[in-house]
């Protein structure tokens, strides 16, 4: 999805799954898109597993979401330098992430983990401030996140649902919301108001 100048989206599980108990997992991530592409008109792509870059070294699988790494290039949408991989790795494995980009970051979503010989906890993220191939290591089977790209051009404001660069365009976009100015979803009938502060 690309926010752009505002999209309006409605996450819900049917009742039929809610009824019985099905559960999901996964991860929701944000990227900042450039200044001079922050106020594109929004959209929506949706690429299924198969269509992506699908890796694998010894007992390691990759799929890259959206960017470059690796050799690979994902179909989806990205308006800079960036990557998003996620890794599934064995007990043992290891996966050496070259320097191709100028930040980069290690998400461990489950397992055992060190990046750099340093462990990262479960849920927590490394950021790699050299600019040389880092070796990421599972010492049990594991799954990570890989995530970086380009530096921002400059900083960003985060206000409830609103990121911008600029204080100006997050209160533009309250006005927008409180007027239910941006488009709807079609067949959603519930308003969310903004919060009181």
Request: charged share 25%; net charge negative; with cysteine.
């Amino acid at each position: 999805m690309t926010a752009g100048r505002g999209i309006v989206h409605s996450e819900r599980t049917p009742s039929e799954d809610r009824a019985a108990g099905a559960r999901t997992h996964g991860i929701q991530t944000w990227a900042a898109l450039p200044k001079i592409n922050e106020q594109i008109e929004p959209g929506f792509s949706h690429h299924p597993k198969n269509v992506l870059p699908h890796m694998t070294e010894t007992g390691i699988e990759m799929f890259l979401i959206v960017g470059t790494a690796f050799g690979e290039k994902a179909p989806t949408p990205a308006f800079s330098d960036m990557f998003y991989v996620t890794v599934e790795m064995d007990p043992g494995a290891r996966l050496d992430l070259p320097p191709e980009h100028e930040e980069r970051g290690v998400y461990v979503v489950e397992g055992e983990v060190t990046v750099a010989d340093q462990p990262i906890p479960m849920r927590h993220l490394a950021t790699i401030v050299q600019s040389k191939t880092v070796a990421i290591r599972a010492t049990t089977r594991a799954r990570v996140m890989l995530i970086g790209g380009a530096r921002m051009d400059g900083d960003r404001f985060i206000w409830w649902n609103f990121v911008a660069s600029s204080k100006e365009l997050i209160e533009e976009a309250k006005i927008c919301w409180r007027a239910q100015r941006f488009p709807s979803v079609p067949g959603e009938t519930e308003f969310i108001p903004l919060p009181e502060r």
